[in-house]
């Protein structure tokens, strides 16, 4: 009886024997520290149709399907990501629209830069429509540019670039490398112009 009874404690005693073993052995599975040079997700927002004021004047009305704002490192200014699409109007000084602006993805980086992508238009008070598939808006140097391809549409012709520059009211731009149609006497017949040129808008 006592041998049966010593019999039928060796494994136990065995499993005891690892357990300390196995548990040394265990990794821990922990994520890096954060930093003050990471950026992290300060808010997730779906289906926006706000409006922004600049400087105590409204100037902005935005309507997007998913908004996403990151927290700036070391201090510097949020950065807002616009990964299914902007659709945003601009107000001048009379509420009236001044400029119209649609993409298929933007990115507002540090404030200070919108980045456009994909299907970009834009629309300026005169009615010129101006589409390409990258656009850069810098909202300190107020300036608008490009290196990719352009094709703008006005009242009185079409034009075509690789390279664009304007004021951000999109109202004085240059395009490089332009060809366009232009209108003509009605007893000559129009022939688009083309070469390594330089055109300006009005």
Partial sequence: MKRLFKASLLP??????LIPYGC????????????????LLFMHASGINTFISDSGVMRYHMV????DIYNGANGEPPSWYFLKGLLMERYDETFHIDLFVQADT??????????????????NVNGDVFRT?????????????????????????ELEGTEFHSNEQMTRYTVFNSIGAFP????EAATPSS???????R
């Fill in 12 to 17: 136990l005693l065995f499993a005891l024997l």
């Fill in 24 to 39: 040394s052995n265990e990794v821990e599975h922990l994520a890096e520290p954060i930093t003050g040079k990471d950026t």
């Fill in 64 to 67: 997007v399907e998913e908004w």
């Fill in 106 to 123: 933007a990115y507002l980086h540090k404030q200070q830069l919108w980045e456009l992508r994909g299907r970009v238009v834009v629309r």
């Fill in 133 to 157: 598939e990258e656009l850069f808006w810098d909202l300190n140097l107020h300036e608008m540019w490009n290196t990719q391809y352009m094709h703008i549409t006005t009242p009185e012709r």
């Fill in 184 to 187: 003509v006497a009605e007893t």
């Fill in 195 to 201: 070469g390594p040129s330089k055109a300006k808008g």
